[in-house]
């Protein structure tokens, strides 16, 4: 539906709508071609980056973002951001599950029966 | 200009199908409140039949099984068809647009249309409850969930519908408050209500979508085995856990926040004292809500999830106490040298700065890593979730409902039972779930059906507890049915609140407002205004404007 009314605002030139598809051609060849190589827990990221530019282009351009009001565009960058928190703080236990963090300190008291019993 | 006298929105046209296609705000908040308080009902007899079970140890009443399904339908029931959508959709629906000055919602079909979605998700969760139940409590954790024969499918298909009818309740008050507020209305001379219901709004449509997807995720791997949280099939049990709570977390919010928003109006106008630090209440109110998605990973502490996140999440978590506590003091402070009134409305509104007081603080003790896993997964945790979601929310919405009851009928209650029955809900409330911290804290697990014998005697008392609470409810479904048909006429500013709802008749006309309000005092100018019989009075005695109301 937005198509039809923002496309009475703005005609982009041909062009430019080739130029965007070239770049997403080259982007989707980019996601197989780095799919050989192994970046380690940088897998989900490489990615994702090139996912989250692939969109952005289609919705900058072929959904005309760009050249719409700036509060479509804030809306655009806010659920971006939210979604980052949402996988951000998920990786920061999927990424790091198992690491214990051990922490040894003296006894605070030596002569506690917990330590002679295990002598 | 006005109306012809007695006409209102109840009144002009009782067909029934003028309410099934009405798209008028206030009968689609009154037909939410039908549906919700038949969900509390239905959701309560679950609880009592809960506590009655608990009463003594081993099987009295029900089977395990049965009980397993007991606390999972008391628990969906009253989440996802009572709290979540009795504040916004059925308080909010009512007084959302009369209290900016508005003549309905900004779309009053999607508004129609939510409604319509709430029964269609509560006719599933009923389905659901036929055909063998759902076993796995309100949060269908995984792996059980996918494990269990019960309905686990029909229950989420609930959920999962539920949340577009919260999220057109969003859509709609966000647009709503942003475009139809009356002239003079900025922001920041809206009522508090309308921030915290503006909070919710935006909590309703980040995070509901996740909810979608998590249970329809959950649904894929039930029905057609593919592994997204089976670790067998190369799947994450805990990542359900992240998809579950990043939305039920903020949901907490979707379900308190209007609480307080209710709170907020309640205090200042039974305080008859200008509101202290508005601002901060207001801005509180949006940081409650974007702290809440920051916060999730707290619920899994126990869960096998890493240290490192653990940490972090604990960390964030204290941060929700500080807007939490800004409001709290502010109350306070605006009750502080107030010329302070206890009708019920402001019992129920003491009630809730009491209880939500311990809920808030609670939470911060299992917000603590080291506390928590102590405390994980007891009744230490139930008894916190209910002093939040009950004490805070709940209390919060019977404060609302007391309070907007006249507007809303235009009939006023019995003032003498309503306080009994406030009084008989707090005391009953405390001796069930105050004694829950206690059992808690001495390891007595959650969700058990049967448990030790030197736990009984709390047991019982918690049990005795939730008949008192029940009694206070009883009393009040007596007097508020009563009321609807033989309650006095109630003026249309009984309680002399300053708000632009209290400037129209009682109940309000199909369009609200004769003219287009006037806006010239701020929501809480109590220093400057007072109500006399039903019209704005400067304090130095010169009438506010000659015609205030409609009559």
């Known amino acids: 539906m937005s198509e039809h009314t923002q496309s009475n605002h703005h005609i982009l030139p041909l062009k430019v709508y080739l130029g965007i598809a070239g770049a997403l051609f080259v982007l989707t060849i980019i996601t197989v071609a780095v799919s050989f190589f192994h970046f380690g827990e940088l897998n989900i990221i490489v990615a994702l980056l090139i996912a989250a530019t692939k969109g952005t282009l289609v919705a900058l351009y072929f959904m005309h973002l760009k ?53 | 200009m006005s109306v012809a006298q007695g006409v209102n929105y109840l009144n002009e046209d009782k067909s029934l199908k003028s309410w099934l296609f009405t798209l008028d705000h206030k009968r689609i908040g009154v037909m939410y409140l ?27 009443l029900m089977t395990a099984d049965t009980y397993n399904q007991m606390f999972t339908l008391h628990g969906a029931i009253m989440i996802f068809l009572f709290i979540i959508p009795a504040i916004p959709a059925a308080l909010g629906n009512f ?13 009053p079909r999607l508004n129609l249309a939510s409604w319509y979605v709430y029964l269609l998700g509560a006719g599933f969760a009923l389905f659901s409850m036929l055909a063998g139940a759902a076993d796995t409590g309100w949060t269908f954790y995984t792996p059980y969930s996918t494990t269990t024969s019960t309905s686990v499918i029909s229950m989420t298909m609930a959920a999962f519908i539920l949340g577009f009818s919260s999220i057109f309740t969003g859509v709609n008050f966000i647009a709503t408050i942003h475009k139809l507020r009356a002239p003079g209305m900025t922001w920041f001379k809206m009522p508090l209500m309308i921030w915290a219901l503006y909070a919710t709004a935006v909590i309703q449509i980040l995070a509901t979508p996740v909810l979608g997807i998590t249970l329809v995720l959950l649904v894929l791997e039930k029905a057609f085995g593919i592994g997204i949280f089976d670790p067998a099939m190369g799947g994450d049990p805990v990542l359900f856990q992240h998809f579950f709570w990043f939305y039920s977390h903020p949901a907490v919010y979707i379900m308190v926040l209007p609480g307080m928003g209710i709170i907020s109006e309640l205090i200042a106008t039974f305080s008859k004292k200008k509101i202290f630090g508005y601002k901060l209440i207001a801005y509180s109110s949006v940081a409650i809500a974007l702290i809440s998605f920051l916060v999730w990973g707290h619920h899994m502490f126990t869960s096998g999830q890493s240290e490192l996140a653990a940490m972090v999440f604990s960390f964030l978590t204290f941060f929700v106490g500080i807007p939490s506590g800004v409001k709290m003091f502010n109350w306070l402070a605006t009750m502080y040298k107030g010329r302070i ?31 928590d896993i102590h405390f994980h997964d007891t009744y230490f945790v139930v008894a916190h979730f209910h002093y939040v979601m009950m004490g805070g929310t709940v209390v919060a919405f019977f404060g609302g409902l007391h309070y907007w009851w006249p507007k809303i009928w235009g009939r006023m209650y019995n003032e003498t039972l309503a306080k009994i029955s406030v009084i008989l809900v707090f005391i009953g409330f405390n001796m069930t779930f105050f004694t829950q911290f206690i059992l808690g804290s001495q390891g007595m697990p959650r969700r058990y059906f049967n448990y030790l014998d030197q736990y009984q005697p709390l047991h019982a008392f918690s049990s005795y507890g939730s008949w008192v609470l029940g009694l206070g409810f009883i009393i009040m479904a007596f007097y508020l049915i009563h009321s609807l048909f033989r309650g006095k006429k109630a003026p249309d500013n009984p309680w002399g609140a300053l708000t632009l709802e209290w400037q129209t008749s009682s109940p309000p006309s199909h369009h609200n407002f004769d003219e287009i309000p006037d806006l010239d005092h701020d929501p809480y100018d109590y220093d400057k205004l007072m109500v006399v019989d039903d019209k704005l009075i400067r304090k130095n005695g010169q009438s506010e404007k000659k015609e205030t109301t409609v009559n």
């Open chain 1, 67 to 119: 050249y719409d009001n700036k509060l479509y565009m804030t809306i655009f960058v806010l659920s971006l951001i939210f979604l980052a928190i949402f996988l951000g703080f998920t990786m920061l236990d999927t990424n790091f599950r198992g690491e214990i963090d051990v922490s040894e300190g003296p006894p605070i008291d030596q002569n506690a029966i917990i330590y002679e019993q295990q002598k």
């Open chain 2, 34 to 60: 039908f549906g919700v308080m038949t969900m509390f009902l239905l959701g309560g007899i679950f609880a009592i039949l809960i506590r009655l079970e608990l009463l003594a140890p081993g099987p009295d």
């Open chain 2, 341 to 371: 009134s206890f009708e019920a409305p402001m019992l129920w509104a003491l009630s809730f700065m009491f209880l939500f007081a311990i809920g808030g603080f609670t939470g911060i003790m299992l917000g603590a890593i080291s506390l």
């Open chain 2, 95 to 107: 007084v959302l647009p009369l209290m900016i000055g508005a003549k309905d919602v900004a779309f």
